[in-house]
């Protein structure tokens, strides 16, 4: 797994993935980036590691450079996933996640709520209800993977 350490929340989801790995029998190593040059020495380590897919998780840097990793990824056989539909759109074989134009909609929804004089502590916390899965089936054909049916048919988006 590849992140940003500089967001603190980063360290925090790659614990949760790596105990969810655990229980699927599936070891997670992090890799920390800060810089364009780091990407590169990560995917170098990868190579050397054989490492057999990778998760990018996302923040400001990482979108940033969506299109680098989306390259290296290809470039170097490494199925990726990532959790904004961007990285799939930049040439990454595939992201899951929640849906932000709903997310950034009900936000609006919450501001409107507290300048006409609602305490933000009495609304509630919500979480993501709708999820994307977009597949770039381009990438799967180069990278030489058969995306299971089941897959293709829950995707939101496939692109080619």
């Known amino acids: ?9 980063k360290r925090l989801e790659f614990e949760q993935v790596k105990d969810a790995g655990r229980r699927l029998g599936i070891s997670a190593r ?16 990868f190579a050397a590691e054989r490492a057999q897919a990778l998760m990018v998780l996302v923040d400001a840097f990482t979108i ?29 074989l595939l992201s899951y996640g929640a849906n932000r134009s709903v997310l950034f909609k009900g936000a609006a929804v919450y ?9 933000p502590g009495d609304l509630p916390v919500q979480e993501p209800t709708i999820f994307e899965l977009y597949i770039n089936g ?10 299971p049916t089941s897959l293709f048919v829950r ?3 496939i692109l080619e």
């Open 1 to 9: 797994m590849l992140f940003n350490p500089s967001d603190p929340n």
């Open 30 to 45: 992090d890799f920390e980036v800060t810089n364009a040059e780091g990407i590169d020495q990560a995917f170098a380590a």
């Open 64 to 92: 940033f450079h969506r299109k680098k990793l989306a390259d290296l990824t290809l470039e170097r056989h490494l199925p990726a996933a990532f959790g904004f539909k961007e990285f799939v759109e930049a040439g990454g």
């Open 111 to 119: 501001v409107d709520q507290i300048l006409k004089g609602t305490k």
């Open 138 to 147: 381009k990438t799967a054909t180069a990278l030489g993977l058969v995306i």
């Open 155 to 157: 995707a939101d988006k």
